[in-house]
Nanobody
Framework: QVQLVESGGGSVQAGESLRLSCAAS????????MAWFRQHPGKEREGVAT???????TYADSVKGRFTISRDNAKNTLYLQMNSLKPEDTAMYYC?????????????????WGQGTQVTVSS
């Protein structure tokens, strides 16, 4: 059974950094499109960043230049490095994985989700 477990969330001041981790089991992340999503209170979940099996990445405009998605294949772990955090980055952050191997992120069906990790940024 595929499991994705996020960690690394917390409460920080604006301008500080956090690194989120997503450890996968029963799933080889290097073969799939992986992504980070976030959900602000009372709003719909939104995509933050993706990384495909080739290592190509995409970012939401709101986080470009501040966030970096990466993965460690040996540890089977996905990361989101978040720098220059802003209060509007406050949200629950989720790791997600495609159901189908070797598929481009544009066609991904994110059928596997972690439980989420809370990020709170105060001004």
């Amino acid at each position: 059974q595929v499991q994705l477990v996020e960690s690394g969330g917390g409460s920080v001041q604006a301008g500080e950094s956090l690194r989120l981790s997503c450890a996968a089991s029963e799933y080889t992340i290097s073969n799939y499109c992986m992504a980070w999503f976030r959900q602000h209170p009372g709003k719909e979940r939104e995509g933050v960043a993706t990384i495909d099996r080739h290592g190509s990445t995409t970012y939401a405009d709101s986080v470009k230049g501040r966030f970096t998605i990466s993965r460690d294949n040996a540890k089977n772990t996905l990361y989101l490095q978040m720098n220059s955090l802003k209060p509007e980055d406050t949200a629950m952050y989720y790791c997600a994985a495609d159901r189908v191997v070797w598929r481009a992120c544009a066609q991904a069906d994110f059928g596997y989700w972690g439980q989420g990790t809370q990020v709170t940024v105060s001004s």
